[in-house]
């Protein structure tokens, strides 16, 4: 996956179409992200996911202030003890929520509340530099800022027309060009949806998520009952 377009490229095709019209840095800017972050959010995609850094637990600590600031959901979470390359790495259940406790323990289940991670049981065991227990994950990254107009995209090239059509049609809704339509947003069946321009742009988002859309699986939350068991 590369992305060699640019938020230039976008603007220059918009005033294209929409002839005569020059858009300032800052209102393309504007658009530009409007619409970068309705393509980003609209589903996990690959180029979405990052990998956290690996953090250590602290015995008699439950919570942890390693949330990435760009974070946006837990994809997996594992813990080991890493005093050896050739030990096993064990999955912890993600959940949504999960309640302060005092049961202390090896830690077998992860939520995010929002700026920490919660473990629990509360560990046992303090890691220092390596061993007992070292916490890795990945997650799904929010869709950056674009703050220049020579940014270039998270997402392929094979998406740019799909880009440019959404830049198209707030570009011409912004100057009252009647072929603009109106954006609907997401419909009750889960699909974007439009009038006019928008409706192009509608389009290609939906193709977007049918190809790209959840590759890499969404986040699969444990029932909560699951930890009162056994």
């Known amino acids: ?34 619409v970068y972050q309705i393509m980003g959010n609209s ?24 949330v990435p600031t760009n974070f946006s959901g837990l994809q997996r979470a594992y813990i080991q003890d890493d005093s050896s390359s050739t030990n096993v790495i064990l999955p912890l259940a993600i959940f949504e929520s999960l309640p302060k ?35 890795l994950f990945s997650y799904w990254k929010r869709p950056k800022r674009l703050t220049v107009t020579g940014d270039t995209f998270e997402f392929d090239d094979a998406w740019f027309d799909t880009f440019c059509k959404g ?5 011409a809704s912004f100057v009252d060009d009647s072929r603009a339509g109106t954006w609907g947003g997401r419909n009750d069946f889960g ?5 006019g321009m928008w409706s192009e742009f509608a389009a290609g988002l939906n193709m977007m998520i049918e ?3 959840l590759a890499s699986g969404s986040s699969v939350y444990a029932p909560y009952e699951s930890l009162l068991k056994g």
């Open 43 to 66: 589903s996990l995609y690959d180029w979405r996911l990052a990998a956290g850094t690996t953090f250590g637990t602290t015995a008699g600590t439950q919570d942890y202030a390693n």
């Open 191 to 195: 699909k974007f949806v439009g009038t």
């Open 1 to 34: 996956m590369a992305s060699s377009k640019t938020v230039a490229n976008a603007i220059t095709r918009a005033q294209n179409e929409l002839k005569g019209i020059t858009l300032s840095s800052t209102d393309s800017l504007d658009f530009a992200n409007e």
């Open 167 to 171: 830049v198209t049609a707030r570009t």
């Open 211 to 213: 190809q790209e859309g």
């Open 101 to 135: 406790s005092a049961l202390r323990g090896k830690p077998s289940a992860i939520s995010q509340e929002n700026s920490i991670f919660r473990l629990n049981p509360v560990p046992n065991v303090t890691r220092t530099g390596s061993g007992q227990w070292a916490i």
